[in-house]
């Protein structure tokens, strides 16, 4: 028995370390700004809707009026699903969660797409926005699906996210909830190498295709420390209760070295600027719905949170709110960061197959080699 030991630099979490060049996204985590594509998220998150923005992350340019009008006809014209995706959701165990089944849906919508083997620049954009269309749909008809109501067809009528709305509720919703929706969707739609488009891109550059990206784009932002953090915003302000309690449970959760959620960001080191326009936008649904309770327990923990860590409120801690006020179910909330990271994904993937190389990182061995091999029937 021997060991080896190369003694090579381990970055951990492959923190630091870039990986590719890339015209996606630009984040300067020291001075908390957010480019799509070069233009500033306060000015895209101002004027652009989803599909505006996501137009401009697949096509890197800002669309005129007639490509953004047969962008959106596109999307809605492929939010059905098809009906066999449908009699499968009914089959679900009423146990499954939405990003579970959101990823067992995705994966399944390519055995009746023609076109989901196929892997070119192309097609990876054709698959991509077909998915992106059809996410929404997913979402909504399971949620219905688990409550054993009947789904709510997509409104060709209506944009990307007051449809979301519309398919969830069964009710077309007023503009100030629909532009919330947006908004959100909007901010949420791409951040750069973060760890869900990073392992599309890892997919994708086995020259395998979108759906099985997506499938492993859902699958990675699941995890609480990714897109699983919008639902447990949610739960702990709900734990927290009211403002006053707020110091309390920070130092009971820092005493036993826990996650204060929607709170840190391995880029940002100060205020995340998509956190900032979801505040204002929390802060104006408070207001309007009378009920300050939740915004009152966040401007508290800002405070405290700064002065104990050093750390400030990331995209999911207020959007955690505006869920909250647009009435939407606080488990579906990690699903409408996927419906709206999509985007980026399709961005993402078709970057990496335009100039691929297989991601293949290294490890540092530092196991045993050249143990002695005992056959079966001798070992203990
Ligand atoms: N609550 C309490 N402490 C936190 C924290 C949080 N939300 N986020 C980071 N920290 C602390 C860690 O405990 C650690 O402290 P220490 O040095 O005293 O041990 C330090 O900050 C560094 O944390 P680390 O996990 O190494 O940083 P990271 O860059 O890997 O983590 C996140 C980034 C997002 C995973 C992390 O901030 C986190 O877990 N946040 C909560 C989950 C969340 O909101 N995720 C959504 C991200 S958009």
């Keep these: 028995m021997s060991k080896v030991d190369s003694n090579a630099d381990v970055k951990r979490g492959l923190e630091g370390v870039i990986v590719a060049e890339?015209?996606?996204?630009?984040?300067?985590?020291?001075?908390?700004?957010?480019?799509?594509?070069g233009y500033g998220i306060g000015d895209i998150a101002k004027n652009c809707s989803f599909e505006e923005a996501a137009y401009?992350?697949?096509?890197s340019k800002l669309p005129n009026r007639r490509a953004l009008h047969s962008f959106s006809v596109e999307l809605r014209r492929r939010r059905n699903l098809p009906q066999r995706i449908v009699e499968m959701m009914r089959t679900f165990s009423k146990s499954m969660t939405s990003m579970e089944a959101l990823r067992t849906a995705v994966s399944a919508l390519a055995a009746d797409d023609p076109d989901a083997r196929k892997v070119s620049l192309e097609d990876h954009l054709n698959n991509g926005i077909s998915l992106i269309a059809k996410m929404p749909t997913i979402v909504a008809y399971y949620y219905r699906i688990n409550r054993g109501e009947e789904v709510v067809k997509p409104d060709p009528e209506l944009g990307h996210a007051a449809n979301f709305l519309y398919m969830m509720t069964g009710r077309v919703p007023?503009?100030?909830?629909?532009?919330?929706m947006d908004m959100d969707m909007v901010l949420h739609a791409e951040h750069g190498f973060n760890a869900s488009s990073f392992a599309v891109r890892v997919t994708v550059s086995t020259l395998s295709d979108m759906h099985s990206a997506f499938t492993t784009g859902v699958g990675t932002l699941k995890g609480?420390?990714?897109?699983?953090?919008?639902?447990?915003?949610?739960?702990m302000l709900e734990e927290i209760g009211y403002a006053k309690n707020v110091d309390k449970y920070v130092q009971k959760i820092l005493a036993g070295h826990g996650r204060v959620m929607g709170y840190g960001h391995r880029i940002y080191k100060t205020y995340d600027p998509r956190a900032r326009v979801l505040k204002k936008m929390a802060e104006?649904?408070?207001?309007e719905k009378e009920n300050m309770r939740w915004f009152e327990i966040g401007e508290r923990l800002e405070v405290v949170m700064e002065r104990e860590k050093g750390l400030y409120p990331n995209v999911d801690f207020y959007s955690a709110m505006v869920y909250h006020h647009l009435a939407l179910p606080i488990d579906i909330n990690p699903s409408l960061f996927a419906i709206a990271r999509s985007a980026g994904w399709v961005?993402?993937?078709?970057?990496?197959?335009?100039?691929?190389?297989?991601?293949r990182p290294l490890d540092r061995y530092v196991g045993e080699i050249d143990l002695e091999f005992i056959p079966l029937n001798k070992r203990k």
Excluded: F, W
Excluded at 22 to 37: A, E, H, N, Q
Excluded at 174 to 180: F, I, P
């Design 174 to 180: 007023d503009k100030t909830s629909a532009r919330g």
């Design 22 to 37: 890339s015209r996606v996204c630009y984040i300067d985590g020291i001075k908390g700004r957010l480019y799509y594509r």
């Design 284 to 287: 104006e649904m408070s207001k």
């Design 347 to 359: 961005a993402h993937a078709a970057e990496q197959y335009g100039d691929n190389k297989l991601i």
């Design 56 to 59: 401009l992350l697949l096509y």
């Design 224 to 235: 609480p420390l990714h897109g699983g953090a919008a639902e447990e915003v949610m739960r």
